[in-house]
C-alpha cells in the first residue's frame, strides 16, 4: 500500500490543522490506520491509531482531547484534526498503515512520507 499524506503547514499556536491520508491499494479497509510524527532531533512517536471500521480510536497521552483521528474507508482516507495546537506539537507527520500495538508500543508495517506542520509562539 502507498500513502500520500498532505495538509501540514504553519500555524500559531492554538490555531487548528487538519491532515489528510490517502492510500492505495485494495486492502485499506483491512488495515489498523494511524499517524506518528518525529520531532526534530527525536525518535519516531506515536499519536494516534483507528481500527479498521473507525470503531476504535486510540491517542498518545499528548494529544488526548486535542486530536481526532477519523476515517473514511470509500475514500481510502484517514485524517488527523489538529485542534489547540502548541509549539510543541511542530514536528513532521506520517501516516501509517498496518498498525499494531505491542504493550503500550505502536509499530506499522507501511509509511508514507511526512508533511511537516509548524506551530509558532
Known amino acids: 500500500v502507498q500513502l500520500q499524506a498532505s495538509g501540514g503547514g504553519l500555524v500559531q499556536a492554538g490555531g487548528s490543522l487538519r491532515l489528510s491520508c490517502v492510500a492505495s491499494g485494495r486492502t485499506f479497509s483491512s488495515y489498523f490506520m494511524g499517524w506518528f510524527r518525529q520531532h526534530p532531533g527525536k525518535e519516531r512517536e506515536f499519536v494516534a491509531a483507528?481500527?479498521?471500521?473507525?470503531?476504535?480510536?486510540y491517542y498518545a497521552d499528548s494529544v488526548k482531547g486535542r486530536f481526532t483521528i477519523s476515517r473514511d474507508n470509500a475514500k481510502k482516507a484517514v485524517y488527523l484534526q489538529l485542534n489547540s495546537l502548541k509549539p510543541e506539537d511542530t514536528a513532521v507527520y506520517y501516516c501509517?498503515?498496518?498498525?499494531?500495538?505491542?504493550?503500550?508500543?505502536?509499530?506499522?508495517?507501511?509509511w508514507g512520507k511526512g508533511t511537516l506542520v509548524t506551530v509558532s509562539s
Open positions: 483507528i481500527s479498521r471500521r473507525g470503531g476504535a480510536r
Open positions: 501509517a498503515a498496518d498498525l499494531r500495538a505491542e504493550g503500550s508500543n505502536w509499530y506499522a508495517n507501511y
